[in-house]
């Protein structure tokens, strides 16, 4: 009687042919590790975060240890882009929806947001040291070539912050609980006046309510 799926066994473990090509161990006994992966950490030793086991001739039944290859992700996905574009020229329109979903699940992963720290230090870390002067208070103060947003940098974040309210980004509009006038203001005071005149108004209104009446 012929196997329902394909086998084969490597230090004794038996691994069965997945619909994808993978060979996988059995989920009870071998928590389902795929073979190519048990091949090499049996042979090579544990596996790296971020790397992944490549088969050098693309067949997937090919577990022997020199057709595999221990490469990052990204080479790794490089390659097999290249493979699935000379077999097929339009599959990447094909299921579009599904890559983007398995793409984010993977940048949200563990493995994904390591990948973007490391990645992200190693940009920064060759960038050229350059001078230039603070576009508010004028002192000079040192930057990382390509940190400038739109060609605008600032010594300090007291200075981003004075900027801000000089350029009125985060003015609101209210009215004057005086005389109703409707006046600017930075959102995050509290001024509920116009003017120094209604304020002064406020002010006297505020201290008839706490002198006492007399009897």
Avoid at 112 to 132: C, N, Q, T, Y
Wanted: charged share 25%.
């Amino acid at each position: 009687m012929q196997a329902k799926h394909p086998v084969q066994q490597f230090n004794g473990v038996r691994f069965y042919r997945k619909p994808n090509g993978y060979y996988k161990a059995d989920w009870k006994k071998h928590r389902g590790i795929y073979m190519h992966r048990f091949v090499w950490e049996s042979i090579k030793g544990p596996i790296q975060p971020g790397f992944h086991i490549h088969h050098k001739d693309g067949n997937r039944s090919n577990n022997a240890i020199e057709n595999l290859e221990l490469i990052s992700h990204s080479e790794h996905s490089r390659l097999h882009y290249a493979e699935r574009k000379e077999t097929d020229p339009n599959w990447w329109l094909n299921g579009a929806e599904q890559r983007q979903a398995c793409a984010r699940q993977w940048h949200q992963s563990t493995e994904g947001r390591a990948w973007h720290s490391k990645h992200g230090k190693e940009s920064w870390r060759d960038r050229e040291i350059l001078s230039r002067n603070c576009d508010h208070c004028g002192a000079e103060y040192q930057y990382l070539a390509g940190s400038l947003k739109n060609g605008i940098g600032f010594c300090g974040k007291n200075c981003v912050s004075a900027a801000r309210r000089k350029a009125g980004v985060d003015n609101i509009q209210r009215s004057c609980v005086i005389c109703g006038s409707i006046f600017s203001v930075n959102r995050y005071r509290k001024t509920k006046t116009c003017s120094a005149t209604c304020k002064k108004k406020v002010l006297s209104e505020s201290r008839k309510s706490l002198r006492p009446h007399g009897g």
